[in-house]
T-cell receptor
Framework: GQNIDQPTEMTATEGAIVQINCTYQ??????LFWYQQHAGEAPTFLSY????GLEEKGRFSSFLSRSKGYSYLLLKELQMKDSASYLC???????????FGTGTRLQVFP | DTAVSQTPKYLVTQMGNDKSIKCEQN?????MYWYKQDSKKFLKIMFS???????INETVPNRFSPKSPDKAHLNLHINSLELGDSAVYFC??????????????FGPGTRLTVT
């Protein structure tokens, strides 16, 4: 079967760093995406990894290890507006579709 | 200048009714999708169209029928609505089905409540 696991909820303090983990077991692998979804809004694209290693984009970085079936999203200098759900999604051997995890709800406190 | 738009944003209806949700994208993308997000926030693909042709039908009941009149539009018609159909439905689009690095752009969602 295909499975993507993320923690359900995390909390952090403004200005801190938080790491959101994602582990996956899929038939084949053709890339991993991270999306951000604020409450009541649409998911928006954050990052894409297909090769092992770290991709950095401003305050956000995403890491991938294909051999371990593992990724994380690193958020630095947290701001209140970073309070949202973070969705990990994998494109498996069926490249027509993304398989989403259940998302991690992050709450940032002052 | 909205990229992916959906109407209506909210839809409240009774069991047994038939309803439609419309989606349009002005990004020039070739591929469009319908997703269902349930109360636990799990986002699951339902359908995918590429240039008006059905690519994915993810074991969705045949009460759900997508229609793509052109590659900028993908509508979703639901017959005989059931309580379990209550969810948020997201339309999305991406540039090219074969260019698998391209991300998907999501519409604002339609919150469907069946009473």
């Amino acid at each position: 079967g295909q499975n993507i696991d993320q923690p359900t909820e995390m909390t952090a303090t403004e200005g801190a760093i938080v790491q959101i983990n994602c582990t996956y077991q899929t038939s084949g692998f053709n890339g991993l995406f991270w999306y951000q979804q604020h409450a009541g809004e649409a998911p928006t694209f954050l990052s894409y990894n297909v090769l092992d290693g770290l991709e950095e984009k401003g305050r956000f970085s995403s890491f991938l290890s294909r051999s371990k079936g593992y990724s994380y999203l690193l958020l630095k200098e947290l701001q209140m507006k970073d309070s949202a759900s973070y969705l990990c999604a994998v494109r498996g051997e069926d490249t027509d579709k993304l398989i989403f995890g259940t998302g991690t709800r992050l709450q940032v406190f002052p | 200048d909205t990229a992916v738009s959906q109407t209506p944003k909210y839809l409240v209806t009774q069991m047994g009714n038939d309803k439609s949700i419309k989606c349009e994208q002005n990004l020039g993308h070739d591929t469009m999708y319908w997703y269902k997000q349930d109360s636990k926030k799990f986002l699951k693909i339902m359908f995918s169209y590429n240039n008006k042709e059905l690519i994915i039908n993810e074991t969705v009941p045949n009460r759900f029928s997508p229609k793509s009149p052109d590659k900028a539009h993908l509508n979703l018609h639901i017959n005989s609505l059931e309580l379990g159909d209550s969810a948020v439905y997201f339309c999305a689009s991406s540039q090219d089905l074969l260019a698998i690095t391209y991300e998907q752009y999501f519409g604002p969602g339609t919150r469907l409540t069946v009473t």
